[in-house]
Structure formats: C-alpha cells, structure tokens
C-alpha cells in the first residue's frame, strides 16, 4: 500500500490536519470548511494532480486563505501535496504557510490570506475562460468555484465582483459562502439574499452534509452565476 | 496620448485573442465599437475599481493579457492592494494604462490628481513604468509591451513633446555637454521640451527617458562619468524625488550632488485652475526649471 493510499479517505483528514500544528488562533476557521473542500476534491472538481496545469482545468480558489489546514490536508489526500510536506508548515523552506501562496504550493490556485481578493479573481477567471471558448476534451465548459467566508463578506470587493458577475451572466463561476456567522455585524435576511437580488442562483444546504452539497454543486447552466451557501455551527 | 492609446487597443482587440481591455467606465465610449465586436473581451465592470485589477488578475490566471484603464488615483491609489496582490503576488501580470497624469486635471481638483502613482507603483517589486512624453511612443509602448506577460504600467498625460523619440529601456541623450560640464540633467517624459529650453544656455548633457522603471543606472553612470561634474538634476512629472534613489543607486560608487524636480511632498496644492498653473506653482515650468538648474549648478 503506497502512502498516498493510506491518506487518501475522508477519515484520514484529522490526521493529515494533525502533522500542521501551532496556528490554534485559525482553527475554527480551517475546520468549518473541511466538509465543503472535501466534496468539492472527492465529487465535484474536474481536476486531478495529472491536469493540474491544463487549461480546462476546473479551478477552485480559496479566497478565504486563513486557516489552511483542511485544505492543505485535502490537497493532500488527493494528491497534489506529498503527506511529509505537511509536517513542515509555516518553516521558512516550507511551500506552506499560515496562508496559502500558489506559487510556492502546487495545486493551489491564487495566493490569499488577504480578504476579498477571490471572488474578483474567481469573476475574471469564469470570464476568461469563457472569452478563450476553453473547452474540456467532452466539449463541457470549465467552471470556476471560489470559497469565501461570511465574514470575508464584509469586504467591499466582493460586493463589486458579486453585482458585475450577476450582469455578466457568469454561469461558469459558482461562490460558496461558509457561513459560520463570524460577520462582525451579520447580515440581515441571509448572506444569500445578497447574491440573489443581483441576479445568482441561490442553494443553502447544510455545510457538514456530503449529499447536499454535492447536490448543491450541480450547475444550473441557467445564465446565472451559481452561490451555495453552506451553514455551519458549532457543534454541527 | 489617450486618442493614441483607445486606437492602438482598438487595433490589438481585433488582431490579438490574448487581449482583453477591463473597464470601469471611464473612457468606455472610445471602445464601444470593440465591446461590440469582442464583447467577452471588452468588459466594463461599472465603477468598481477593486474588482478591475482583481478581474485582471483572474484573466491572467486564464492566459489572457489584460489591459486596464482608469484615471490614475482611481487604478492605482483606490485598489493598490488588489495591484499588490492580484497581479504581483498572484505572479501575473497586466498593463495598466492611467490618464490624468500628476495635475492633468487641475480644474477637478485633488480627487482627480494622482502624483504619487509612480511612487507607490515604486513600492512594488517587477513592475515596468513608462512615462510617454509624446502620443507616437504611447504606440510603439503599448506594441512592445502586450506580447508579453509582465507588469506595465503606462502614464498618458495631456502634456506632448514636439517630437516623440525611440521607446526603450536607454537613456535618449539629447545635448552632450563639454568635459569641463557641469553635470547632467534626466529630464522624463514630457518634461523634455521645457527642460531642453530651461538649460539652452547651461554647459550640461540633457539626457531623457520615457522608462523610467527599470531605470537605466548604467546609462546615468557612463553621462555622468564624461561629464565636468557627476552632478544630477532630475526632473520628473510626477512626485518630487521619485526617482531619487534610482540616481543615488547609479552613481553610488562616486562623489556626487543631485537635486530632484516634481510635484511638492510637503503640502497638497489646494488649487483648481489649469495644468500649466501647476506646473508653475511646483516649479516644474520652464522658468521654475531654468532657475532650479542654475542654483543647483552654481552658475
């Protein structure tokens, strides 16, 4: 048995997250966020170590780029990231850090850490893909999916990407909203009203539910950008 | 220099399916025609300026070669961490385009003046800075620049040199000096003519640049080696001293004097009125710049 095989389950996760360690301040913010990137790696991306580079890739960005350990470990478990590489974390010749830096780190997309930089990034992706008629080898079109925290919401930025995607009629680009109601001041009548009066299609579903989500996920090719929001609380 | 600008993207837009122009509204009306031949590849975002460098950012990721365009306090001061982050850190690149230069527009007051673009851009590692002094080399810029994949950024003013001169990474040298000179004036961009006229009857080589990131040190150094005295006055169109270490870094390894011309640090010019009144409240017309020169090269 290779050790890519022995880390590659969903219940081997806590034990990948287990070799990072000392970045106790993230960890709420790294664990409400596990369930969601493993369906996305596990059921719903269109991208492997192998096509990690191909242009009709489908490409998941983190935007909200605290807390990186369920990623990181997910990464690994599927295989971008070698498993030793995981119990350097945050050392200066580390590839990984306290946030993750695409560069440095393969099979990570954007470098983040700093909020609302993703859903722009994710927003210009969905549009250059499409503007280069970038195909998979099925004829499919690849999508964008961008991870942002509610509290990340806060960020002005977004709101400009969430109202230009709307217009744009960016169906290719599909935001999922952690929701763990860490917005300083909330956000009356639901995050996803907020996508929905500028014209995206809305799904909340519970953020710990692995059918939903993969459910939720499903594009709805329907012109309109595509938001899942995933609740979590605590204990949940 | 921005007619120049619109026609050279108009053109790439239809030549080049790398391209994309990223908008937020201003000068949208240059480029409808485009917008209507490449709508995927025209995209004017409203007045969102965060989101057109992180758009941008999201384009290059895909292989695209963005340009965006905006007035420059609006593309380069409002989201300069998405400059930081979206291009820089995200190791890709753009070529933003600005007009309003330093004081273009005067009668709109501070809001609209941006002299501290090239400083912050400054503040950035791998970035490119162009500083065109006529509308030809706004051209030949833009040209050389889109094939590429790196981090340009070019300043359109409303101020031309007669003549325009070759785009490149030298120092254009202009007036040579005597070897008994006293020293070197690097005058940027559309600063040239005025300068040229400010130091007609001064014993020093004129040298200009339109690129003045990355700086041509070793230019700077060879001049100011053949000159009477390694003594450098820099005039530049945008904050006062800029450059300033780009000359210190040039001439570092010889006793020299410099002395840098721009808009004023110290104070916020509270003012309306017109560019050239500007000009000459920062001592940046010919007049200001004649004395300057004859102060600092003790003539």
Known sequence: ?236 | MRETFAATVNRVLDQDPRTALVLAVISNGMFRRSARKHPGRVIDLGIREQAMIGVAGGLALTGMRPIVHSYAPFLVERPFEQIKLDLGHQDVGAILVSIGASYDAAEAGRTHQSPGDVALLDTLPGWTVHVPGHPDEVRDMLEQAIPGDDRVYVRLSGTTNRAPLPVGPRLNVLRTGSPRSAGVVLAVGPMLDRTLEATADLDVTVAHTATVRPFDREGLSTLAAAAGNADVLLVEPYLRGTSAHEVSEALADRRHRQRSLGVARDTELRAYGTSAEHARAHGLDTEGIAKAARDFFLV
């Open chain 1, 1 to 236: 048995m290779t050790t890519t095989a022995t880390f590659s389950r969903y219940a081997d996760l806590p034990a990948l997250i287990g070799l990072m360690g000392g970045d106790e301040k993230h960890d709420g913010a790294s664990l409400s966020t596990t369930d969601v990137l493993w369906v996305l790696y596990d059921r719903v991306l269109d991208v492997t170590p192998a096509t990690a580079e191909d242009p009709a890739r489908d490409r998941f960005l983190l935007s909200k780029g605290h807390g990186p350990t369920s990623y990181y470990a997910v990464l690994a478990a599927k295989g971008f990231l070698g498993v030793p590489t995981l119990r350097g974390w945050a050392a200066f010749d580390s590839p990984l850090g306290h946030h993750p830096d695409r560069v440095l780190a393969p099979g990570v997309e954007i470098g983040s850490g700093s909020l609302g930089h993703g859903l722009p990034l994710a927003l210009g992706s969905a549009l250059g893909l499409r503007a280069q008629g970038i195909r998979k080898a099925d004829g499919t079109e690849p999508r964008v999916v961008v991870l942002v925290g509610d509290g990340e919401l806060d960020e002005g930025s977004n709101h400009e990407a969430i109202a230009a995607a709307g217009r744009l009629g960016a169906d290719n680009l599909t935001a999922v909203v952690v929701d763990n109601a860490s917005s300083e001041h909330g956000w009356p009548g639901g995050i996803g009203r907020r996508f929905e009066v500028e014209g995206w299609t809305l799904r909340e579903v519970n953020g710990r539910d692995h059918a939903a989500l993969e459910d939720a996920f499903t594009p709805a090719r329907d012109g309109r950008p595509l938001v899942v929001v995933a609740r979590i609380r605590n204990g949940n």
